[in-house]
């Protein structure tokens, strides 16, 4: 029976930010395909990476379980894969070297293999899966052992005497005929002691969908695409109460794009959570305007939700409408006060640097923050993804940095408004008003004389004078030449 070594390329070490949170989390999308493999008769090992130090751990593996076969499958759930990472794209290559000693077959699927196949190919991959990989993998390595065409495998990428890409190959529709991930190959106790030592509770990840059927037009899609498929509540509740039995984990992150889009889907997972005698809490990511919808958020909440991370992006409509983000601000308010007054906890996502934004625009943004007050905020800039209209407007001003090196690095790869160091300086400016309004906003409710109040006002203080220095340095740099 061969011998099927799985494993990915995004290492935490890499991307510093990230690493210092102290929330990890396993390797979703790899799982799957691992689970799925493993149900069709293959012999199957995980090395993963998320944990380990450097691409050279992967060697020992190498030399002891003597693999037919190295699949480098990324973790499609991660949103952090979609940047193409060159930290993790230089990891993956060297994996593939390490492997190409050893007589491995390199099969190769990631959102930066997808948009980067013939940088893959020349490293050494002998396929690349596009897209949506479980059926591909299993019928790539079937022709392997059966000596066959690859050029009736539908969905992947390989080099005879040219290059050769088989074309699309139809979705998944069916996600409940996939099994269960295979929780059991991931050492989660290491995970959980990461969690543990930065103080937070234990938080898995598990998804529900598969897709996004919006038109954000700076969103790249590259493995599941522009498309919506759902598992059934069912389903969901059946392997939370698999990892509950297993793991004792009742959090979780639903990883989806969007969750609980699909009419009456959050309803229905209540009920099965109900039914089941489970009780969960978790986290997800949505839309102001899906929120709003129906009864969703009384749904939401009935089942466990205690935080959501809103892709708010801009206070500025006339941004919104550029992105074709298909909300408004008004949305954004309204689903913000309501959550919030069911005591759950809103995050959103902003985004600086958009093609055409001015000063007034991100005045906007700014002052609607300070308005809502949400609980947390993720500031990000503008990154040029491939496959994205929004690329394609830019693509032309990209020289040899076009991937962030870790997802720490918010260099601005294309000519905006203002210049890099003012978007830099804004991203620490925005975090330091918010934080400053976060503990006025505190204090006016609590004790200014207790432990925690004590902290407030010295961060209130503190970040007063520093507040009003990056506001004059933001303005000396929004009147320099881009």
Same mark, same amino acid.
């Given at each position: 029976?061969p011998?099927?070594l799985?494993? #990915?390329s995004?290492?935490?070490?890499?991307?510093?930010?990230?690493?210092?949170?102290? &929330?990890?989390?396993?390797?979703?999308?790899?799982?799957?395909a691992?689970?799925?493999?493993?149900?069709?008769g293959?012999?199957?090992?995980?090395?993963?990476?998320?944990?380990?130090?450097s691409p050279?751990?992967?060697?020992?593996?190498l030399?002891n =379980? *003597?693999?037919?076969?190295?699949?480098? !499958?990324?973790?499609?759930?991660?949103?952090?894969?979609?940047m193409?990472l $060159?930290?993790?794209?230089?990891?993956?290559?060297n994996?593939?070297?390490?492997?190409?000693?050893?007589?491995?077959?390199?099969?190769?699927s990631?959102?930066?293999s997808?948009? #980067?196949? =013939?940088?893959?190919? =020349?490293k050494?991959a002998?396929?690349?899966?596009?897209?949506?990989?479980?059926?591909?993998?299993?019928?790539?390595?079937?022709?392997f =052992?059966n000596?066959?065409?690859?050029?009736?495998? *539908?969905?992947?990428?390989?080099k005879q005497?040219?290059?050769i890409?088989?074309?699309k190959?139809p979705?998944?529709?069916?996600?409940?005929?996939?099994?269960q991930?295979?929780?059991?190959l +991931?050492?989660?106790?290491a995970?959980?002691a990461?969690?543990?030592q930065h103080?937070?509770?234990?938080?898995?990840?598990m998804?529900?969908?598969?897709g996004?059927?919006?038109?954000?037009?700076?969103?790249?899609?590259?493995? !599941?695409?522009?498309?919506?498929?759902?598992?059934?509540?069912?389903?969901?509740?059946?392997e &939370?109460?698999?990892?509950k039995?297993?793991?004792?984990?009742?959090?979780?992150? &639903?990883?989806?794009?969007?969750?609980?889009?699909k009419?009456?889907?959050?309803q229905?997972f209540?009920?099965?959570?109900?039914?089941?005698?489970?009780?969960?809490?978790?986290?997800?990511?949505?839309?102001?305007?899906?929120?709003l919808?129906e009864?969703n958020?009384?749904?939401?909440?009935?089942?466990?939700?205690?935080?959501?991370? +809103?892709?708010?992006?801009?206070g500025?409509? *006339?941004?919104?409408?550029?992105?074709?983000?298909?909300?408004?601000?008004?949305q954004?308010?309204?689903s913000t006060?309501?959550?919030?007054s069911?005591?759950?906890l809103?995050?959103?996502?902003?985004q600086?640097?958009?093609?055409?934004?001015?000063?007034?625009d991100?005045?906007?943004?700014?002052?609607?923050?300070?308005?809502?007050?949400?609980?947390? +905020?993720?500031?990000?800039?503008?990154?040029?993804?491939?496959? $994205?209209?929004?690329?394609?407007?830019?693509?032309?001003?990209?020289?040899?940095?076009?991937?962030w090196?870790?997802?720490?690095?918010?260099?601005?790869?294309?000519?905006?408004?203002?210049?890099?160091d003012? !978007?830099?300086?804004? #991203?620490? !400016?925005?975090h330091?008003v918010?934080?400053?309004?976060?503990?006025?906003k505190w204090?006016?409710? #609590?004790?200014?004389l207790?432990?925690?109040?004590?902290?407030?006002?010295?961060?209130?203080?503190?970040?007063?004078?520093?507040?009003?220095?990056m506001?004059?340095?933001?303005?000396?740099?929004?009147n320099?030449?881009?």
């Open positions: 029976m011998k099927i799985f494993s #990915h995004y290492y935490y070490k890499l991307d510093p930010k990230q690493w210092k949170t102290g &929330m990890p989390y396993p390797p979703l999308g790899t799982i799957y691992a689970s799925f493999m493993r149900e069709n293959f012999d199957i090992s995980l090395f993963d990476v998320c944990l380990k130090d050279i751990e992967i060697e020992q593996i030399q =379980e *003597k693999p037919d076969y190295l699949v480098l !499958y990324d973790d499609g759930f991660n949103y952090l894969t979609k193409c $060159t930290n993790m794209r230089e990891a993956a290559f994996m593939m070297q390490m492997a190409k000693k050893h007589q491995c077959k390199i099969l190769v990631s959102s930066d997808t948009d #980067h196949f =013939e940088q893959y190919l =020349e050494g002998d396929v690349i899966l596009l897209g949506e990989g479980e059926i591909s993998l299993l019928e790539s390595i079937q022709s =052992e000596n066959t065409d690859l050029k009736d495998v *539908k969905g992947i990428c390989f005497e040219e290059l890409n088989t074309g190959r979705v998944l529709k069916d996600l409940d005929s996939l099994p991930p295979a929780w059991d +991931i050492d989660l106790d995970y959980k990461i969690w543990k103080g937070h509770e234990f938080t898995l990840n998804a529900t969908t598969r996004c059927p919006y038109h954000c037009n700076w969103c790249a899609k590259p493995i !599941y695409g522009q498309r919506y498929n759902v598992r059934s509540p069912k389903s969901v509740v059946e &939370m109460l698999w990892i039995e297993h793991f004792g984990v009742i959090k979780y992150w &639903m990883c989806d794009d969007i969750f609980g889009l009419p009456g889907w959050v229905t209540d009920e099965e959570l109900k039914n089941a005698q489970l009780s969960i809490r978790y986290k997800i990511q949505s839309r102001a305007d899906l929120l919808k009864n958020i009384d749904a939401l909440v009935s089942s466990g939700l205690e935080e959501v991370w +809103i892709g708010a992006e801009s500025s409509q *006339k941004v919104l409408d550029a992105m074709d983000k298909g909300t408004t601000i008004e954004i308010e309204k006060t309501l959550l919030q069911k005591g759950v809103v995050a959103y996502f902003l600086f640097g958009y093609l055409g934004e001015t000063k007034e991100i005045e906007a943004t700014i002052e609607m923050l300070l308005r809502n007050m949400p609980d947390n +905020i993720g500031v990000s800039v503008s990154y040029p993804l491939p496959g $994205t209209p929004f690329y394609d407007k830019v693509k032309t001003q990209l020289g040899t940095k076009a991937n090196t870790d997802s720490d690095d918010l260099a601005m790869m294309f000519q905006n408004t203002f210049n890099q003012y !978007y830099k300086l804004l #991203h620490r !400016y925005v330091k918010y934080r400053h309004a976060q503990a006025k204090l006016k409710s #609590h004790n200014p207790s432990n925690q109040g004590i902290k407030m006002l010295g961060k209130r203080i503190v970040y007063m004078p520093l507040i009003a220095n506001k004059s340095q933001l303005h000396t740099l929004s320099t030449n881009t």
